[in-house]
């Protein structure tokens, strides 16, 4: 019986798909069956009913699984060479579950056309494993990860999972962490591969200076101890960590912009900040400030108060025109929190 007249196919880490068809020659399919292929003429396509359907190279999938996802049916009508076979292999493709698909004609006869559905499914983990790893740690990156055993391997899951691997040093402080993924035969199981991450944490990497340029108003003592979390290496820092977070940085940035609110520079605002290593075991940090103009209270009136008149409001406020406008103490003021214990506006009501 003559086959492969017609191929479609669609490699692993190529995009484009496309038909493969040699005249009177000999071709490999891809599981490495030699098959005869003759002739189709690309510029006639032809309306064809399936009469034969088949799954081939499957190993851990469900044959009709597969048949469902492409669509086909037997009695279909469908056009070779033609989009709609290419559109099913791509389709086929994205789930993610085969390195390889291909679509064959294994026969014609008439307008009868005998397809078979050619798959190389990936490869299944039999068992992820982690080197330069501490137990303790091991168990908190798992947990991340939530990989399992018998999942499929894909360059996505190795490159996401190495990514937060990273992503967990770098909250360590590991700044330069490096992280590898190989993989191996797993000679007991067919199809299957042990995967192994390599982590190189190099040395911690600490913030040895944080500078504050362009700032005029607020003292650097103040502006360092407005930064919670974010410190360097200073004597009066001997207790605090001086490990980099991306998270806390964002905060203590917002922490630092509140001291010049309360000093009244409501437009006070960074507008760059820099962080470069200094060397391979420090950051540096640059905070570009612009302070903007200060402003005051003026005149403060109250709508909406039937209750208690604005003078008597004024006085849970205390503020007077003629007052740094310091938001945070006003806000304080009215709806509490903060480290005042006197009272506020909403315990009024």
């Known amino acids: 019986m003559k086959h492969l007249i017609f191929c479609i196919t669609f490699y692993l880490l190529t995009t484009p798909i496309w038909a493969q068809v040699t005249e009177q020659s000999t071709v490999a399919d891809t599981i490495g069956r030699?098959?005869?292929?003759?002739?189709?003429?690309?510029?006639?396509?032809?309306?064809?009913?399936?009469?034969?359907?088949?799954?081939?190279?499957v190993n851990y999938l469900n044959s009709d699984q597969?048949?469902?996802?492409?669509g086909l049916a037997l009695g279909d009508t469908i056009s070779i060479p033609g989009d709609e076979l290419k559109t099913i292999v791509k389709?086929?493709?994205?789930?993610?579950?085969?390195?390889?698909?291909?679509?064959?004609?294994?026969?014609?006869?008439?307008?009868n056309a005998y397809l078979n559905i050619n798959i190389?499914?990936?490869s299944r983990v039999s068992q992820w494993k982690y080197d330069g790893v501490k137990k303790?740690?091991?168990?908190?990156?798992?947990?991340?990860?939530?990989?399992?055993?018998?999942?499929?391997?894909?360059?996505?899951?190795i490159k996401s999972s190495s990514d937060i691997i990273r992503k967990y040093y770098v909250e360590k402080g590991f700044l330069n962490a490096q992280v590898t993924a190989s993989h191996k035969e797993d000679t007991t199981i067919r199809n299957a591969v042990q995967v192994t991450f390599h982590v190189d944490r190099k040395q911690k990497v600490r913030i040895k200076e944080i500078r504050?340029?362009?700032?005029?108003?607020?003292?650097?003592?103040?502006?360092?101890?407005?930064?919670?979390?974010?410190?360097?290496?200073?004597?009066?820092?001997?207790?605090?960590?001086?490990?980099?977070?991306?998270?806390?940085?964002q905060n203590d940035k917002q922490l630092l912009l509140q001291k010049f609110h309360e000093l009244g520079y409501r437009d006070a605002h960074i507008a760059k900040d820099s962080i470069y290593?200094?060397?391979?075991?420090?950051?540096?940090?640059?905070?570009?400030?612009?302070?903007?103009?200060?402003y005051y209270f003026r005149n403060i009136t109250w709508t909406g108060n039937t209750q208690y008149s604005g003078e008597?409001?004024?006085?849970?406020?205390?503020?007077?025109?003629?007052?740094?406008?310091?938001?945070?103490?006003?806000?304080e003021r009215l709806f509490g929190g903060g480290k005042s214990q006197q009272g506020n506006v909403s315990q009024v009501y």
């Open 34 to 57: 030699n098959q005869r292929s003759v002739v189709i003429d690309y510029t006639s396509p032809r309306q064809c009913v399936i009469a034969g359907l088949k799954v081939t190279g």
């Open 277 to 294: 290593h200094i060397d391979a075991q420090n950051l540096g940090i640059d905070l570009h400030i612009v302070e903007g103009k200060k």
């Open 136 to 157: 303790g740690e091991q168990t908190d990156i798992e947990e991340r990860v939530r990989l399992r055993r018998g999942s499929e391997l894909s360059e996505y899951v």
């Open 212 to 249: 504050f340029i362009g700032s005029e108003q607020l003292s650097l003592l103040k502006m360092r101890f407005a930064m919670k979390k974010t410190k360097d290496k200073r004597l009066y820092n001997f207790f605090f960590s001086k490990k980099f977070d991306e998270k806390e940085f």
């Open 91 to 111: 389709r086929l493709f994205m789930q993610r579950f085969f390195s390889d698909v291909a679509i064959y004609v294994d026969s014609l006869v008439d307008n």
């Open 120 to 122: 190389a499914e990936r």
């Open 66 to 70: 597969i048949l469902s996802l492409t």
């Open 312 to 331: 008597m409001l004024n006085s849970v406020l205390r503020i007077a025109k003629g007052d740094v406008y310091d938001v945070v103490t006003m806000e």
